[in-house]
């Protein structure tokens, strides 16, 4: 599965932006996708999961309420808005594939996921 993120940038605190990730290789609906992201110095933590067919998700206590996983099947795509930005929220954010098969999981441990794009930088200035 190859994945390219896309939608990074800068934007002021309080603003929002809407990150995308299509998927090649592997038939998409298949996998469970999350994204991850990582701030400088800090490991790479779990933002957003949602399952291979889009009924359930997951999210960080730190984002629940500001931020929405979705998933486009037909595209091969899966999407994060993120509204009420906060300068904590700066990091390289990561789309991340993981074989689900015939479950519909959503998996939060990194260790979990076999497939990684190459990152978009999100910063948010105060």
């Known amino acids: 599965v190859q994945l390219v993120e896309s939608g990074g940038g800068l934007v002021q605190a309080g603003g929002s932006l809407r990150l995308s990730c299509p998927a090649s290789g592997r038939t998409f609906s298949l996998y469970a996708m999350s994204w991850f992201r990582q701030a400088p110095g800090k490991e790479r933590e779990f933002v957003a999961g949602?399952?291979?067919?889009?009924?359930?998700?997951d999210y960080a206590e730190s984002v629940k309420g500001r931020f929405t996983i979705s998933r486009d099947n037909a595209k091969n795509t899966v999407y994060l808005q993120m509204n009420s930005l906060k300068p904590e929220d700066t990091a390289v954010y990561y789309c991340?594939?993981?074989?689900?098969?015939?479950?519909?999981?959503?998996?939060?441990?990194?260790?979990?996921?076999?497939?990684w794009g190459q990152g978009t930088q999100v910063t948010v200035s105060s």
């Open positions: 991340a594939a993981r074989f689900s098969g015939v479950q519909e999981k959503v998996a939060v441990a990194l260790l979990e996921y076999r497939y």
């Open positions: 949602i399952s291979r067919s889009g009924g359930s998700t």
